[in-house]
């Protein structure tokens, strides 16, 4: 049993140009690991979805990923607005994604549902005015 | 084993050990081992930006030298369209086709032509039903090793077809034989005037299991100061090329993706634009596109470090020439003109760069200990050291490959607790 890998990653918010760079470097460290493609990939869709959520909805936050010997774990806190209702959230197409948000191609209502999609296990823990938490996983 | 044979070397005479090519180097492929720049060949794409960069012109490309072609009775030039931009006011492709048959060549079959023929094919392509997309173009030699080496998800999206140079030399050997059946094909070579190293590395290495019909490979550079001293453009010349407009563009970046008509493609030029354009399509986070054209030299083809123009003028010159072009010459009107051996059998197997160990636990316990380090090192990326970064360095160490007394940070910390130790340790009273 090996110790637990921890990756701990600052998402600036409001910045869509660096939006994406977590995702990136998990790549990397996953590929360096030698954990196989498909896993990664759906690790990093997953991540990105909710790089890019963290970005639009909450100013940011801090995401981690904990790699262990039978799966890859993602956290992302925020203490963004929270999610009012969680399962209108997770339909396919709904957005509360402001239009200047849209006008750039993102908000269009995938991000929750994309990251339940890819992962094993997504829990959202959510307190309306406080932030929200989500927790993912990837069995290898 | 590594058996992949690239295409780079080094004038370790030239070489300063300044550090630039390593600081380039998109694949962290380069260190600095005793005041001189060494390649980790696992890692090198052949992307060429070391030659690029290097400002000793220390870094070279192995290419083949044009005297090889006497060792075969048929010689065919199958020259890269980026060829015809390297000539000003050139207004007809004939005079350097000419060109190449009056410095020696039996035969010309221009990669224009083939590309022709590969952008039809890939207009039918697209239209099948349930093909990955976006289809990515396997032109570029160092995108197709980069997405076998890195993005091994995306090798469905390849598109199915060798690039022109591959089609060019196979269906040049196959029409020669025909035209010459007194010929062995042994007697045959097919010498491809190249931009690139990579392109020499591809013909050495071929695809998956496939073999390159490509036998030498002569750098553009070396063929340009042959060609300059025959090319007489005031006699009128018999050479006519058989390709238009839609060949001669694939030369620059957007020139294969604007063959296809359709609005939907990107190209992509300068291999960190590459990269984060195949993180994108991975990630699954790009518009719906049907083509993407990558090109690891800045503007395409015409920017590979064998060409002689500055790409920008070389684009211009391009224009200029196709004015007076038809728009293609080329069209496949039965499937058979691309000779079914040019077709992708097999993608060569997923070589992932950088994997730190073939078992899971220890590759995270080797990491946790990079991780660790990395904290203690001094973040600054200086190189000095001999790697590109602090991390690349934290790496090195924990791998056995560096020792950690080789950071100039870290020893003159030391230095300066020897200074301090000294100086308190030592009472001197006051003279």
Known sequence: MAEPLVFRFEVDGDNFTSAGQASVQVKKNLRELGV?????????????????????????????VIVSDESVEIILRDSGPGIANIEQAMQEGFSTAPDNVRSLGFGAGMGLPNMKRYTDYMHIDSVVGEGTTITMKVNF | MNTYIHSVSLDSSKCTGCTTCMKHCPTEAIRIRNGCAVIDSERCIDCGECIRNCPNNAKKSICNSFDEIQNYKYKIALPAPALLAQFD????????????LDIGFDEVFEVSKAAELVSAYTRLYLQTEGIKKPVISTACPVVARLIVLRFPFLKDNLLPLL???????????????????????????????????????????????????????VSMSEIY????????????????SQAGRIGVSWAICGGEGSA???????????????????????????????????NACPSGCVGGVLTIENPYVAKNRLHTLRRYMPISLNSISDEEYIPKESFISDIPSYKPLNRLSDNLGESMRLMSQIQALRKELPGIDCGSCGAPNCRAFAEDIV?????????????KELIKKYIKDYDGGETVDGK
Do not use: W
Request: net charge negative; charged share 25%; glycine share 6%.
């Open chain 2, 225 to 240: 100061l042959k060609l300059i001293n025959v090319m007489d453009r005031e006699k009128a010349c018999d050479a006519v």
């Open chain 2, 260 to 294: 296809l008509l359709n609005d939907k493609i990107l190209a992509a030029d300068g291999i960190n634009n590459v990269i984060s354009v195949l993180d994108q399509i991975e990630d699954g986070n790009i518009p719906p596109i049907d083509f993407v054209e990558l």
């Open chain 2, 89 to 100: 006011n050139l207004d007809n492709a004939g005079f350097v086709l000419q060109g190449l």
């Open chain 2, 399 to 411: 791998m056995g490959n560096a020792d950690r007394n080789e950071c100039i940070i870290a020893y």
């Open chain 1, 36 to 64: 196989d493609p498909e896993t990664i990939r759906r690790v990093s869709i997953a991540m990105y979805e909710g790089e890019i959520n963290m970005v639009i909805h909450a100013k940011g936050g801090v995401a981690e």
């Open chain 2, 163 to 217: 690039p022109p140079m591959e089609v060019a030399a196979a269906m040049a050997k196959k029409e020669a034989l025909e035209k010459h059946p007194e010929l062995k094909a042994e007697e045959i070579c097919t010498c491809f005037i190249s931009p690139c190293p990579a392109k020499m590395s591809y013909a050495r290495n071929g695809f998956g299991s496939y073999k390159s019909e490509v036998d030498l490979v």
